[in-house]
């Protein structure tokens, strides 16, 4: 007699029973066997139910201890590094302190585990607020968050040491867990930066006086003040004349450097004549051509109608000049140099085209950086410091306006360098700004 082990519509094997006698098993006896065989396939479920569960219950296990192990050397980490990090969770309650942190905030870990971010915010010091409000606004809203987006911020706490604090959100697929704000005292940088501009300010003065009273003498010797020169003493007057002008340059770099660093540039706004400022321009550039003997072609194109602009006519005219200058070092003799200005929506657009060496693709992403300066050999022969767009950038910035540029990175076929500036408007005024 043959019985099946099923469990629901799961067959789990076959119950057999033998016997000598043919016919001996009965109709009665089949169904004590049919009970018999029920029983014996819950049991052997039940058999198979445990063993899973006790294997589930194992890996869960060795998940759990490989989690606290994670999550012990996590918190080691953050313990050890020597930024602070603060943590919160989606309701803005502070879950983790470090010891860092305790050392750069002055609170102990006791008073703000535990504990809303809301109940020290007057801690922070005032320039606080904004992170206080990012962090309020991604856990009231997490929508508002954009993937990819940080925040960074200097604080300037009570005891007047300085800050930086970094914020990133914590996020599991759609859900907000929290954030984590990373803090470094940087009181210590900040004053070095401060002594370093002090420095490069007091040096360029110093070196304004001396590089004055020599190309006064120079000029007034090649005036022939001091009698007949000979063409040999000609040409080395010559020579210290073009290199005390390139000293003046790097001089009044490194000054406007360090006025921008300290936030001492002032802007004078007022309506601009872009026709006189091109004039200067070009009376700049047509006489360096003239005295290097260095044939290049130099055109401009003013559209017709221009509307005013409006900003610091001598700090525009430096930007425009600087401009054209780079397109003259780094164009062969005989090229081409294009000074083009025009209305570009509500705002006034100047470009400055050459056809020169181009800029690498390699070295775009670093073009506007301090200090920085190609290695093709027509950059290397001129003298420079780096710091001219770099300088403009800041001035076209201060002047609400954007720069850019475009290359293809092939000699001959140049860069376009291009910015923007606004248009004066009837209802402004003349204003001094400083930034």
Do not use: C
């Not at 000699?411 to 930034?435: A, C, H, K, N, R």
């Amino acid at each position: 007699m043959a019985v099946p082990l099923v469990i629901g519509e799961e067959n789990l094997g076959v119950l057999m029973l033998y016997h000598r006698q043919p016919n001996y098993f009965s109709l009665n006896q089949l169904e004590l066997v049919q009970a018999t065989a029920r029983q014996i396939a819950v049991a052997i479920n039940n058999a198979q139910l445990f063993n899973l569960i006790r294997d589930q219950a194992e890996r869960l296990g060795d998940m759990l201890r490989t989690q606290h192990v994670e999550t012990s050397r996590s918190q080691a980490m953050l313990e050890a590094v020597a930024d602070g990090v603060l943590i919160t969770d989606a309701h803005r309650v502070i879950t983790l302190f470090n010891v860092s942190a305790e050392r750069i905030l002055g609170l102990s870990r006791d008073q703000v585990v535990g504990r809303s971010l809301e109940n020290f915010i007057g801690l922070f010091g005032k320039a606080a607020q904004t992170w206080v409000k990012t962090i309020r606004t991604w856990s009231d809203d997490p929508s508002t968050y954009v993937p990819g987006e940080s925040y960074a911020e200097q604080l300037e706490l009570d005891d007047r040491r300085v800050v930086a604090v970094n914020l990133s959100p914590v996020l599991l697929r759609k859900d907000f867990l929290g954030t984590v704000s990373i803090f470094r005292d940087i009181t210590h940088l900040i004053e070095v930066d401060r002594l370093k501009s002090e420095f490069v300010a007091t040096v360029s003065h110093e070196l304004r006086t001396p590089m004055t009273s020599i190309k006064g003498y120079v000029e007034i010797m090649l005036m022939g003040a001091a009698g007949q020169l000979s063409d040999q003493q000609t040409h080395f007057l010559q020579v210290v004349r073009s290199n005390t002008e390139r000293l003046a340059v790097l001089v009044n770099d490194l000054l406007d450097v360090s006025r921008i660093e300290a936030g001492k540039v002032t802007l004078s706004m007022q309506p601009l004549d872009m026709h006189k400022i091109v004039k200067a321009v070009t009376a700049t550039i047509t006489r360096r051509i003239q005295d290097e003997r260095r044939p290049m072609q130099f055109d401009v194109d003013i559209e017709q109608n221009l509307p005013t602009g409006y900003g610091d006519p001598e700090r525009i005219q430096q930007i425009i000049d600087n401009l054209v200058a780079n397109s003259y070092q780094y164009t062969p003799e005989n090229g081409h140099i294009w000074l083009r200005i025009f209305q570009s929506g509500d705002e006034l657009q100047v470009e400055v085209k050459d056809n020169g060496i181009g800029i690498p693709p390699e070295d775009q992403p670093r073009i506007f950086q301090r200090f920085f300066r190609g290695e093709d050999q027509l950059i290397l022969a001129n003298s420079g410091t780096g710091l001219g767009l770099s300088i403009v950038k800041h001035l076209v910035e201060m002047h609400k306006g954007r720069i850019w540029f475009e290359s293809s990175g092939v000699p001959g076929q140049g860069s376009v360098f291009s910015f923007t500036m606004p248009i004066y408007q009837p209802d402004q005024q003349e204003t001094g700004l400083t930034i």
